[in-house]
């Protein structure tokens, strides 16, 4: 044995050896490989990246065509539209209508100072009379032809154009949309910008048709977002048409950073996207609602998505993002010239470190080997540190990796508090969407009220019983916005372990409520068959009421649309016991033993932690009580709490 210690090491030539013959053809391997890899990882984080600005211009496209067809079917439906037509109806005289009509006027001009994106709202009769035109925060005074019939003059007729002819033949609350199109401003000798025309028909009470109610959207929005998507040193976007229903428009520029390109088909330059990029690409476009494409002679990078707001897959606008290629690859050049300097001083470091650790490598190795497998059965043990090199650091690691284990273990409590924190806010970040559109309502409503109440002092029509009524309704409102904040803020708070004598059905009926919103996203059905004899029962509310939302959460994502979770209570004498039940399809038998083991999830990726149900499990625990989980026999899921009367975890 000693003269094997003794032996003069061969490990340093063999390791050298082995390392010339593998190493350096895997390490040109690897170079080669890097600098692939790297480019089509950049190349695929650019195209996602152009994809997801394409689909983000998209939404924009779709919120804008959305919040517009809302807009005019909320001014179609108002009082003053339907008070205007009743008097056409009635035939009251030309005064009573012209007042109806100046009501109107002032109507549509409140509506278009509130709507920015309006440009004109326009009321047309029956018979093609434009009465009512508010344009760009002017009433359009009625100095065109005579309507003979009520004896007033009309702002101009529109009988024959084919918006008119058009939407008048539609069905209620059906909306005509136009061409997206410069503007001719009617006595104007200048072209607004792209702006699009929705229209709707109105109805007299006895079902025959009164007229049209027209809103022109400035398309100026459009501009921004396309000026937005991409900075012009990496390339450009732009919004063409694809009409090929009317070859006059099909392929034209709608919206353009070189503003000489837009509406080449009214503007008289004639420039079409077909004249800029080659068939292949421009085909795609003309036919694909998506897709990526290289321009097949600079290799620019070509994202296109397709939106009609016509509903026609032969007519609508295509939005492109076009990325200069010699610009956002510019990055892998450098990649390449670091990959090579870094091959280079890899090889020469793994020799180097080959020589080194062939001569004091093997017998420190020993040592932290015998010391670890010395812990792995003693986690008190330590290995004997001789060195300050990598080998003596790695030994000090592997002695404070075995001191944390022994202060985890003594911590293990503390993390599962924090994991039942996170749970929690994972909780709120699922209801917070909902209260945050429940409280659009009240504000809507303090809004209203505020602008009617100011518009009353504007014009000196002072009522102090109507301003102190209106000012007590925005108190209310107020409040009520601050009792939904309070909810929430309640519930995300952070507080210590507290038993105290509490009523189990409050703690129910604040937990719907908090998940409220959610469930009425989806049009579920949440019911409470509460006895209201329970006892009060000694328990952690805020801890309870996280297990609450935890188990109607799950319940809710569970069952179809339209489905129904039913939350009863009751008290057998000796226990409170909460019964879950939903009309989801139940959950596998293979699962159901695992349902509250830490981080099992039956949801997708990044859809929940996968520790609601262990820590609620955990909090029963600690309350002294029992979860159950079951399938009924009409196929959904049952979760049953019991809650002993008398007991806490406190007192076990």
Known sequence: MDTEKNMPLKIGPKILLTMLVVTVPSLLLFSLLMVRSGGDILMKNISDHLE???????????????????????????????????????????DNLKKTLHRLELSFLEFQQLETSIQAIRFIDAKGFVLVKVREGKIIPRSGPLDTALHIHAVSSKVGRDFFKNTIRLDRGKIWISNLERGWMEGEEYWCPGMVRFATPVFFADGRRAGIIIINVWGKALGLMINRLIAPALGKAFIVERNLVDERRNGIYLFHQDKSCEFGNQTGSNIRVFHDFPLSI????????????????????????????????????????????????????????????????????????????????????????????????????????????????????????????????????????????AEKLASIGEMA???????????????????????????????????????????????????????????????????????????????????????????????LNKDRGLPLVKVDGHQLEQVFINILLNGIDAVPEKGRIEVSSSFNGKEVVISFQDSGPGIAPEVLPKIFDPFFSTKGTGKGTGLGLSISYGIIKNHGGAIEVRNSKQGGAVFTLRLPVGKTGEER
């Open 52 to 94: 997801e600005l394409s689909d983000i211009s998209v939404r924009v496209v779709q919120d804008l065509i959305l919040h517009s067809q809302k807009n005019l079917l909320s001014i179609a439906a108002s009082p003053d539209v339907h008070a205007t037509l009743d008097v056409l109806v009635g035939k009251d005289g030309n």
């Open 433 to 527: 969407a909902g209260l945050a559109h429940e409280l659009n309502t009240p504000l809507g409503n303090i809004k209203a009220l505020a602008s009617l109440t100011g518009k009353d002092l504007r014009e000196n029509r002072i009522d102090a019983a109507c301003i102190r009524e209106d000012l007590d309704d925005i108190i209310g409102q107020t409040e009520k916005c601050s009792h939904i904040i309070g909810g929430l803020l309640g519930f995300a708070r952070k507080r210590k372990v507290n038993f105290n004598l509490d009523n189990i059905n409050t703690r129910l009926i604040e937990a719907i409520s908090l998940v409220r919103m959610r469930s009425e996203e989806k049009r579920v059905t949440t019911t």
């Open 282 to 421: 421009t085909k795609k476009w003309m036919r694909a609602d998506k897709g990526i494409s290289f321009h097949p002679t600079n290799g620019d990078i070509l994202v296109h998505r397709y939106f009609s707001p016509y509903g026609n897959a032969k007519r609508g606008w295509v939005i492109v993002v076009d990325a200069k290629r010699e610009v956002v690859l510019a990055p892998l050049a450098a990649v390449k010239k670091k990959a090579k300097l870094s091959a280079v001083a890899i090889f020469g470091l793994m020799i180097a470190a080959v020589l080194f650790f062939a001569r004091s490598l093997t017998l420190p190795i020993r040592a932290v080997i015998d010391g670890t497998h010395r812990i792995s059965r003693d986690l008190s043990s330590r290995i004997r540190i001789t060195s300050r090199d990598e080998i003596g650091q790695l030994a000090a690691e592997i002695n404070q990796m075995a001191e944390s284990l022994e202060r985890n273990i003594e911590e293990r409590k503390e993390m599962e508090i924090r994991a039942a924190q």
